[in-house]
């Protein structure tokens, strides 16, 4: 009896979540099915997380959707798998997803050349009139041909690159990581930072987790 309640359970629960991404707006999904035109003989992957897990669409409306989902670090794009295939959504400022455990976010901003993207970043932060952003990519690496014939070649490869973006005053822009670049970064507060900083002893070097601590302190001077 347990396991037909705990079966009937499960099955509603199923329906429940298909009917929500049934109604996800149209605009939100990108219409075409993401393939794969990488080389087989890449190393490393695309994914931080291969699999497919149950997450949660949220929309500028603030209306949720579940679906499995994964996040592909080398595209930036969120993949949905619905109907054995894999569809990307489109990317929109201010809509959020939750997948394992994080929240991505949307957010438009200007790259090192001077461009504007819209790409999903994490919220390391509390919060706050200022906030600590992390952006997770995969970067893809071209191999190399041996020079010698004794020589390996050296396959393509995917690299692990994570960047650091400071939110303030509605501008997001990128943060080395030192404490030299987030004092200057929140100026007005510096005497009050340093005291902290010091009574504290937090080392700012490349952990991001002391980056935290003094940024909520920022946030509630």
């Known amino acids: 009896m347990k396991k037909s309640i705990c079966t009937l359970s499960f099955i509603l629960t199923f329906i429940s979540a298909y009917s929500q991404l049934m109604d996800l707006p149209g605009e939100y999904i ?40 994964r996040y592909n670090a080398y595209n930036d794009e969120m993949q ?7 569809i990307a959504l489109l990317k929109f400022e201010g809509s959020r997803i939750t997948l394992n455990g994080e929240t991505f976010e949307v957010y438009n901003y200007t790259d090192k050349s001077g461009a504007n993207e819209t790409a999903y970043f994490v ?29 390996v070649d050296a396959p393509a ?44 002893k937090l080392k700012l070097k490349k952990d991001h987790e002391p980056y935290i601590k003094l940024i909520d302190f920022y946030n509630n001077l």
Request: cysteine-free; charged content about 30%; overall charge positive.
């Open 30 to 69: 990108r219409q075409k099915v993401v393939g794969n035109n990488l080389p087989d003989n890449v190393k490393g992957s695309p994914y931080f997380n291969e699999a497919f897990v149950t997450g949660t669409i949220f929309t500028n409306d603030n209306k949720s959707f579940k679906a499995l989902l």
């Open 80 to 86: 949905m798998k619905q109907n054995g295939n894999i």
């Open 123 to 151: 919220n390391l932060s509390k919060p706050g009139k200022a906030q600590l952003l992390v952006h997770k990519r995969k970067k893809y690496v071209e191999g190399t041909k041996s020079e010698t014939t004794y020589g």
């Open 157 to 200: 490869t995917f690299r692990d690159e994570i960047s650091y973006f400071l939110y303030k005053n509605d501008e997001l822009n990128l943060l080395k990581l030192s404490k030299k670049n987030i004092l200057k970064s929140l100026d007005d507060k510096n005497k009050e930072l340093n005291n902290h900083i010091s009574d504290n």
